[in-house]
C-alpha cells in the first residue's frame, strides 16, 4: 500500500457518496440507473486499490450485467412517485435513530483492527487461525489462488450456503416475474 | 416461447448484430477460463459465470428473443441452474470419500502428485468452480430471460386496456 492509496480511496468515497445521492434525488430512473452502475465502478477500484483482484472482477461484471438488465428494464420510463415533504416527528424520529446508529458504530469501530493490518497478518504474538489458512492453503488445497482455496475447500460449506441463496433468490424472482407473466396472458388471449 | 411478440424477431442494427456474431465466443471463452482458471488466477465460478450469462444477454439482446429462444429459453436456463446446484451439492456429498463434507476427494493434502498452476492441480475445487459458474449464469441468465420475455407483453396489454 503506498502512500497515495489513502488519498484516492477518499476520492472515490467521495465520487460513490455523490453517485449515490444522484441516484436517489434524480427524477430521470435511466439517469439513476446509471448513477448506481457509476457507484458500483467505483467501488470495484476501491476492491482493486485494496488489493482484492477477486472481489474487483465480480464486482465488475457484476455490475456490467446489472446495469444491463436495469437499464433494459428502465429505458424511457420516469420516477411518476410524488415526493410528499415529511413531517416534523417524522424527521425527528430519523434523525433520532441514525444519531443512536451513529454512537454505536462509532464505538463499535473503535474497537476494530486499525486499517491496514488484517487479522491475517497476526501470527506472532497471537497465531490465528486465518494465518493458518495463508500459511497451509497452498500445500493443503493445491490452489494457488488462496481466495479460492478458502471459498472451495477450507469454507466450502459456507459457500455452499451462499449458492443456497442465490438458489432461493432467483427461485424467487422466477416466481414473481412468471405470475405477471400468467395474468397478462390471460388478459391479453 | 412463443414468437407473436410483437418486437420478437427484430433485435439490433445489423453493425451490432455483426459484432456480436465475433465477440459473443470470445466473451463465452474468456468466461469458461475464468471458471476453469479459477483457482489459479483472480476469478472463479462467480465471476465467470456471470460473464457467460452476459454472453447469453447480448445474444438475446441482440438477435432478438425470437431467435435466441432457439437454442436457449427461461426453461433450459432454470433446468440447467437446478442441476448445477445439485452438482455442487454432489460434490461436497462426494468429500465423505474421504471422510468428511466438501473433503477435498480428488486430491488428498500434500500428496504432491499434482504440480501447481496447472488445471488439475486442486482436486475438486475445479469441480465446484464449474458447478458454481454454471449455476450463477444459468440463474442470471434465467432471470434476464424471465424480464425480457415478459416486459413486452405486459406493455401491449396496457395499450389495450
Known sequence: ?189 | MTPHSPRGGSGMTIIVKSTTRIVTAFIMLFGTTIVLYGHVTPGGGFAGGVIIAAAFALIVLAFGKTLAGRFVTGTTASVWDSAAATAFLFVGVLGYLGGCFFWNFLRPPQSGRFTLFKLYSAGSILLSNTAIGMKVGMGLLGVFLALSVFRPRREEGEGHE
Open chain 1, 1 to 189: 500500500m503506498s502512500d497515495l492509496t489513502p488519498v484516492v480511496l477518499y476520492a472515490l468515497l467521495g465520487f460513490m457518496i455523490l453517485g449515490s445521492i444522484v441516484a436517489v434525488e434524480i427524477a430521470d430512473l435511466l439517469s439513476a440507473v446509471i448513477a448506481m452502475g457509476a457507484v458500483g465502478f467505483g467501488l470495484s477500484l476501491v476492491y482493486l486499490f485494496l488489493g482484492a483482484p477477486d472481489l474487483a472482477l465480480t464486482q465488475v461484471v457484476v455490475e456490467i450485467l446489472i446495469l444491463v438488465f436495469l437499464i433494459r428494464l428502465v429505458v424511457q420510463r420516469k420516477d411518476t412517485t410524488e415526493q410528499h415533504p415529511p413531517g416534523a416527528l417524522l424527521v425527528g424520529g430519523i434523525m433520532l435513530v441514525m444519531g443512536v446508529v451513529l454512537t454505536i458504530m462509532v464505538m463499535a469501530f473503535s474497537d476494530m483492527h486499525p486499517f491496514g493490518s488484517p487479522l491475517f497478518s497476526r501470527t506472532a504474538a497471537a497465531p490465528t487461525i486465518a494465518f493458518d489458512y495463508l500459511r497451509e492453503a497452498v500445500a493443503q488445497t493445491g490452489a494457488t489462488n488462496i481466495v479460492t482455496a478458502i471459498l472451495l475447500d477450507f469454507r466450502a460449506y459456507d459457500t455452499l450456503g451462499e449458492a443456497t441463496v442465490i438458489f432461493a433468490s432467483i427461485v424467487g424472482a422466477y416466481a414473481v416475474l412468471r405470475r405477471v407473466g400468467r395474468i397478462s396472458k390471460g388478459g391479453t388471449e
